[in-house]
């Protein structure tokens, strides 16, 4: 059974720095993606980052580019999203994921299979 537990967050003032780590295990597959959503109050849910397991390929939102950084440790099945110049914008539960159908939930496009782990709150003051 595939588990992604989510863990960090917490509250930052703009400009700060967090970060959220999101351990797997169970995957039986040798190939997926896993990254991270956000959902902020009263809005959708957006894709933000991802990071394929295997060749390293990396997805970003525009809004996060040069802000956030994701990072994937194989040897301790993590994957970590350091955010840095946090802005109140940013302020969501963060919701690790992951699918085995090469990081296209992150382009809004189903997968036979997704996972998702629990969410973790990220509050940016402005």
């Known amino acids: 059974e595939v588990q992604l537990q989510a863990s960090g967050g917490g509250l930052v003032q703009a400009g700060g720095s967090l970060s959220v780590s999101c351990a797997f295990s169970?995957?039986?597959?040798?190939?997926?993606?896993i990254g991270w959503f956000r959902q902020a109050p009263g809005k959708e849910r957006e894709a933000v980052s991802s990071?394929?397991?295997?060749?390293?390929?990396?997805y970003y939102v525009d809004s996060v580019k040069g802000r956030f950084s994701i990072s994937r440790d194989n040897a301790k099945n993590t994957v970590v999203l350091q955010m840095n110049s946090l802005r109140p914008e940013d302020t969501a539960v963060y919701y690790c994921?992951?699918?085995?159908?090469?990081?296209?939930?992150?382009?809004?496009?189903?997968?036979?299979?997704?996972?998702w782990g629990q969410g973790t709150l990220v509050t940016v003051s402005s």
């Open positions: 990071i394929d397991i295997n060749d390293g390929t990396i």
């Open positions: 994921a992951a699918d085995i159908c090469y990081g296209s939930i992150w382009h809004e496009i189903p997968c036979v299979k997704d996972y």
């Open positions: 169970g995957f039986t597959v040798n190939k997926y993606v």
